[in-house]
């Protein structure tokens, strides 16, 4: 294990967790947190570096480092090229910061090879990056990973390891899937009940910490448990309802939906509710690494750790407070119909 981690993106959900695990790691003397923004006191060994990519203090940190864990954030919009941008430019100013690095590991996730009919079942490495053109995110990580591992393999470079993370539902981890769950329902768009996977957060910290230690060749790794189940089971697993919405009302009122609470960000989600993208774990396994939870293990401790409440629009709202069980579920239910009719009738 390496003396000095640098954490770049260190309020990334996952570089918290990992900064934790480390502690416990004997021959780990220092953890560098890189972000501008105040750190929270994550243990003795973590060092809070106020400076962001571009920053002199954020290159004469990364300098110090042997290995550089980078943790992308994405803030994007509807059109995303700005912060598309944005994070192209930060790994790049990362990797040329990480000098003196053995090892550079890039968070990455499997939706970089998009949500499609045709997607195999699972995705192995080998597989094409197909990102779904409307959902930013996946098109930003598809760049950064490309930037990252372009570089692997010259003379005395780092070695370059991109992990692909499968589908992360706990709300520790702040996914796109994990805000649906905070939502009043799980919504899904009618006919469509693709094979989905949950990777248990420690399972991701595992994997990073076989990443950090060396023993992993440069290249691509899918994280992923070892099993998938039906969409309606895992939404059962988790203790929410789900909703089913037509196809074309989904799309066209992803935006309002939004404003309920569902925590679409935007159409390009439902993709990823409508097809198949589980990953094969097999490469990362013969490296060593193994998960400890099924996927229905993991969709019900994420169904567990939800918050007390549920979000309606910029509202939490206490379980105590609403009717349970099904006349809530009915609610939402109507406001989704009231929002169909009036997209139909051409209403604002």
């Known amino acids: 294990m390496a003396r000095t981690i640098a954490l770049v993106g260190a309020f990334h959900p996952g570089a918290a967790q990992l900064a934790l695990a480390l502690e416990d790691e004997p021959e780990v003397e ?18 809070h570096v106020a400076a962001e990519p571009g ?16 943790f992308p954030v994405l803030e994007i919009g509807r059109d995303g090229r700005p912060a598309r941008e944005r994070l192209g430019a930060s790994v790049r ?4 910061a990480a000098h003196g690095a053995s090892t550079v590991v890039l968070w990455s996730s499997g939706v970089v090879y998009g949500a499609h009919p045709d997607n195999p079942v699972p995705l192995d490495e080998q597989a094409a990056t197909r990102p779904n053109f409307d959902f930013p995110p996946a098109r930003a990580l598809a760049d950064a990973e490309q930037l990252v591992l372009d570089s692997a393999g010259a003379a005395g470079a780092a070695a370059r390891v991109v992990l692909r993370s499968s589908a992360i539902w706990s709300p520790v981890w702040g996914s796109f899937l994990s805000r649906m769950l905070v939502g009043p329902a799980i919504v899904s768009v009618k006919g469509h009940n693709p094979p989905v996977q949950s990777l248990d957060p420690q399972d991701a910290v595992s994997a990073l910490l076989l990443a950090i230690s ?4 440069g290249g691509v790794y899918n994280v992923a448990p070892d099993d998938w189940i039906p969409a309606n089971q895992a939404a059962r697993l988790t203790g929410r309802r789900r909703v089913e919405v037509p196809e074309a009302a989904a799309f066209a009122l992803g935006e309002r939906l939004a404003s309920l609470g569902v925590a679409l960000t935007s159409q390009g ?6 097809h198949p993208w589980v990953l094969s774990n097999r490469r990362l396994r013969e ?6 939870r099924t996927t229905s293990e993991a969709m019900t401790a994420a169904g567990q750790a939800i918050p007390e409440g549920v979000r309606v629009g910029r509202l939490q709202v206490r379980r105590s407070d609403v009717v349970r069980g099904a006349a809530a579920a009915v609610a939402f239910v109507a406001a989704l119909a009231a929002l169909v009719r009036r997209s139909r009738s051409g209403g604002t």
């Open 30 to 47: 220092r953890i560098l947190g890189l972000q501008r923004a105040p750190a929270p006191l994550l243990g003795p060994k973590f060092e």
């Open 55 to 70: 920053d002199e203090r954020f290159d004469a940190a990364v300098a110090q480092a042997d290995v550089v864990v980078i």
């Open 93 to 96: 100013r990362t990797l040329d």
């Open 214 to 217: 060396g023993r992993l060749p």
């Open 269 to 274: 989600e439902l993709h990823y509710h409508m």
């Open 287 to 292: 490296a060593g690494w193994a998960p400890a």
